[in-house]
């Protein structure tokens, strides 16, 4: 796919976003956000609405204007540079196609007003349609396909550039949650073949989890964290993050150490009755013996208890069976919590549960600052 592989890409960041602010009217929208971006990365930006995601995205793409801050792309500043100089393709929610044009004629749209040669936009068009399974769509309009089928007419249009940087706002949000899984699939696969360098706009975390190289969390316009799916996972920043990225999310829970010689107990406590677990040393960070800490257990690290491990004695309120897994809530320091078990483990409500917490996976954070303690 010569036609469609990436230019040579640049040894410097493909992607710089220094100290961006942005301002709607007296509202600050994104606060003093940085970012670098590798050649190649896939890079999603996620986090609740309002956060900024598409606001930040809008600014790279140069269709929102910044208010402070800078943006560089394979080492150009573009802050002030119009959209259609900035060798960038973007990819929308809302498809964006010409409802009067054929498939192939949406797709080479683009080629045909930059005044390449005829044959060689129907090449790359018919290269673009291959490479998306679209090629027998090709005399269609817009109005005769589905949407999973316009998303990628869509996508084609972008490929077709050759960018330095695509731009995806949203693509998958208008499809039913099938397509979402299959196209989200083609979208890696694409990525792969492609080296191509992708900034992913997603509410999404799954989408997040499965597509991004990098992930980059915000809220309320500031950057909570930025990390692989792994980092962002296993070792969430802060509460917001750990509450934030993972399905069901991170089980929150008050709590506090106390200290045994070189080990400890951790313990968690609703004012009636006292439940506890040993915990290694090496969560005994910062002196917080005694005092007041919030217990980042994410639900798979609640295991069967075994004799060889010290278990918890949970009532469960509500078991919902999906077949490989079963949902189970309980409570737990004073707080109603969501373990994911083996679907084979045969609970009912009502039942009291014997688990262990696997304390490998514990993540502990300041409640005070929200931070993680590490």
Known sequence: MAAIAQKAQPAVPVLEVRNLVKRFSAVEVLKSVSIDMAAGDFLVLVGPSGCGKSTLLNCIAGLDEVSGGEIVIAGRDVTQVPPRDRDIAMV????ALYPTMTVAENIGFGMKVRHVPKAEQ??????????????????????????????????????????????????????????????????????????ASIVYVTHDQIEAMTLGTRIVVLNQGVIQQIG??????????????????????????????????????????????????????????????????IAG??????????????PLTLKAELVE??????FATFQLGGKQITARLPGRMRLESGQQAHLAIDTDILSIFDPETGLLID
Do not use: C, W
């Open 122 to 195: 129907e090449r790359k068009t018919r290269e673009v349609a291959t490479l998306l399974q679209i090629q027998h769509l090709l005399e269609r309009k817009p109005g005769a396909l589905s949407g999973g089928q316009r998303q990628r007419v869509a996508m084609g249009r972008a490929l077709v550039r050759e960018p330095v940087l695509f731009l995806f706002d949203e693509p998958l949000s208008n499809l039913d949650a099938k397509l979402r899984v299959e196209l989200r699939g083609e979208i890696k696969r694409l990525h792969e073949r492609l080296g």
């Open 321 to 326: 069976n999906a077949g490989s897994d079963t």
């Open 228 to 293: 692989t799916p792994a980092e962002i996972y296993e070792r969430p920043a802060n509460l917001f993050v750990a509450d934030f990225m993972g399905s069901p999310p991170m089980n929150l829970v008050p709590g506090h150490f106390t200290l045994h010689g070189e080990t400890g107990t951790l313990h968690f406590s609703d004012g009636a009755e006292d439940q506890r677990i040993p915990v290694p040393s090496k969560l005994l960070r910062g002196n917080y013996a005694g005092k007041p800490i």
């Open 92 to 95: 929308f929610q809302s498809y």
């Open 297 to 310: 257990i994410r639900p798979e690290a609640f295991i069967p208890a075994s004799p060889g491990n010290s």
